[in-house]
């Protein structure tokens, strides 16, 4: 398993923008399919973007396209999360996952991710 510590979460208002960074270690990051996903109180976790090992693909939850990016530095084993024009709805603790090797068909599933951060919060007030 890979160590991963997320930060740069806060308070921001709606249409702010915000950088999630995750850090790891613990294995060889840059042979991980990174993932973020987010969870909500009362709700399950959602999936929210992946990128695979070289930076090459990614994809996105459909409630963040065009609003989040994506990114990674394997220099630094980190990968980062863009947000830009937030809504309330993204209200949500975040959370960074990964998963050794290339992206899955079941990419956008909790279960396909063998290590999890802690989390970071959200918040986007109206």
């Known amino acids: 398993q890979v160590q991963l510590v997320e930060s740069g979460g806060g308070l921001v208002q709606a249409g702010g923008s915000l950088r999630l960074s995750c850090a790891a270690s613990?294995?060889?990051?840059?042979?991980?399919?990174m993932g973020w996903f987010r969870q909500a109180p009362g709700k399950e976790r959602e999936f929210v973007a992946v990128?695979?090992?070289?930076?090459?693909?990614?994809y996105y939850g459909d409630s963040v396209k065009g609003r989040f990016t994506i990114s990674r530095d394997n220099a630094k084993n980190t990968v980062y999360l863009q947000m830009n024009n937030l809504k309330p709805e993204d209200t949500a603790v975040y959370y960074c996952?990964?998963?050794?090797?290339?992206?899955?068909?079941?990419?956008?599933?909790?279960?396909?991710?063998?290590?999890w951060g802690r989390g970071t919060q959200v918040t986007v007030s109206s």
């Open positions: 996952a990964a998963d050794r090797g290339i992206i899955m068909p079941d990419y956008h599933t909790p279960e396909r991710y063998d290590s």
């Open positions: 613990g294995r060889t990051f840059s042979r991980d399919a």
């Open positions: 990128i695979s090992w070289s930076g090459g693909s990614t």
